[in-house]
Each structure stands twice: as structure tokens, then as C-alpha cells.
């Protein structure tokens, strides 16, 4: 009865190859997100979806798309990995809007670019 | 200049203690605030949230906001070694941002039996 979860777990790849992940919540959450942690641990915010209306896209380089084929599923794919792409990519949902939410963040998926 | 600032430590405590985690933050918009838990090769948990300045308390944990000061704060009374964690604070303006929250770097907290 995982609330949020994400599949695969650990990721190892080499550079300029393209790689999915995917993440799935049973919270019935409007709002789904992808966080992006450093290795100092620093965690950033990349994209939001509410209904599967893209809400919040951060700096991120077009090589990241997310896709949300419904409201419970967010999933993230990664064109031409580079080296700074490894990271712990965390995925998230919350219920509120417009005021200030309760996230429930996934496992995460540990990308490691080669 | 980040725009929640946290001490990322470590701390090395032992158990009973009172532990103290602060925050500061820049962003006068911010108006939630929150604070995770974060346990080795896992994901960030929930532990407490609150809105405006105040304490909120939830058995050993208790926040405290000062929005005055910008400051942000928990502590734990009576820690335990399965409280070992990084602890993570974090803010949003809520409105059209409600989705972006920000994190400051995370605390990492060890309590030694």
C-alpha cells in the first residue's frame, strides 16, 4: 500500500543514452512533481503537473519530459544523459492547491550517469 | 544567497537530548512551513508543518516559526537513536507557487545510544 512509488530504484547508464522513470501515487492527489537531490543533498524542484496540466517547469534543460498520462502517474524521461544528470530523482504529490501542501515524496530512483 | 539557509552539520547527540535544528529564510512571500525527515537511501517524510509564526507541538517534535525574524525551528525532546536522520526544513509562498516548495540543505543528525 505504497503511497508513492517509483520504479526503477537505481539507475546505471552511460552517457548519451536516454532512460525513463516512472512514478505512480495512490493518495488520489491532484498535483505530482519531480524533485531533483544534489549530491550535498540539496533538494530542487523540476517540474509540477495538476490534472495533468504541466504547472511549474524550472530550469531544467529540454532533455528532461515529463509525461503525465493521468493524475495518478508522472513519469520522467531523460534524453542524452550527461555525467551531471546523476542524482536522486524524487517524485511527489500533494492534494492542496493554491495554498500550501502536504508533499509525499517516493523512494526515489538513483541515476548514475557513466 | 539560497533561500532557505540550514546548517548541514553534522550533529552528533547523545540519546535523551534536546535537539535543536534551525532555519533561516529570505523569501518574505513564504508563509508554510514544513519539516522531513530523511532516513539513509530513502525519501523525504513529512514530520511537521505549519502555518504563520507559532510553535506546533506533535510528541517529541515541536516546530517553531518566527516570521519576524525568518527564523525556523525544531526541536526534539528525549532523542533516540532511531531519530537519527537528515532533517530537512522547508518553505512555500502558497498561491500559484504552492507547488515549489524549497528546501534548505538538510541537517544531518546522529543519536548515539
Known amino acids: 500500500d505504497t503511497a508513492v512509488s517509483q520504479t526503477p530504484k537505481y539507475l546505471v547508464t552511460q552517457m548519451g543514452n536516454d532512460k525513463s522513470i516512472k512514478c505512480e501515487q495512490n493518495?488520489?492527489?491532484?498535483?505530482m512533481y519531480w524533485y531533483k537531490q544534489d549530491s550535498k543533498k540539496f533538494l530542487k524542484i523540476m517540474f509540477s503537473?495538476?490534472?495533468?496540466?504541466?504547472?511549474i517547469n524550472e530550469t531544467v534543460p529540454n532533455r528532461f519530459s515529463p509525461k503525465s498520462p493521468d493524475k495518478a502517474h508522472l513519469n520522467l524521461h531523460i534524453n542524452s544523459l550527461e555525467l551531471g544528470d546523476s542524482a536522486v530523482y524524487f517524485c511527489a504529490s500533494s492534494q492542496e492547491t493554491g495554498g500550501g501542501g502536504r508533499f509525499y515524496f517516493g523512494p526515489g530512483t538513483r541515476l548514475l550517469v557513466l | 544567497q539560497k533561500e532557505v539557509e540550514q546548517d548541514p552539520g553534522p550533529l552528533s547527540v547523545p540519546e535523551g537530548a534536546i535537539v535543536s535544528l534551525n532555519c533561516t529564510y529570505s523569501n518574505s512571500a513564504f508563509q508554510y512551513f514544513m519539516w522531513y525527515r530523511q532516513y539513509s537511501r530513502k525519501g523525504p517524510e513529512l514530520l511537521m508543518y505549519t502555518y504563520s509564526s507559532g510553535n506546533k507541538e506533535d510528541g517529541r517534535f515541536t516546530a517553531q516559526v518566527d516570521k519576524s525574524s525568518k527564523y525556523i525551528s525544531l526541536f526534539i525532546r528525549d532523542s533516540q537513536p532511531s531519530d537519527s536522520a537528515t532533517y530537512l526544513c522547508a518553505s512555500n509562498a502558497g498561491g500559484t507557487s504552492y507547488g515549489k516548495l524549497t528546501f534548505g540543505q538538510g541537517t544531518i543528525l546522529t543519536v548515539h545510544p
Open positions: 503537473y495538476n490534472n495533468k496540466e504541466l504547472i
Open positions: 493518495l488520489g492527489h491532484d498535483t
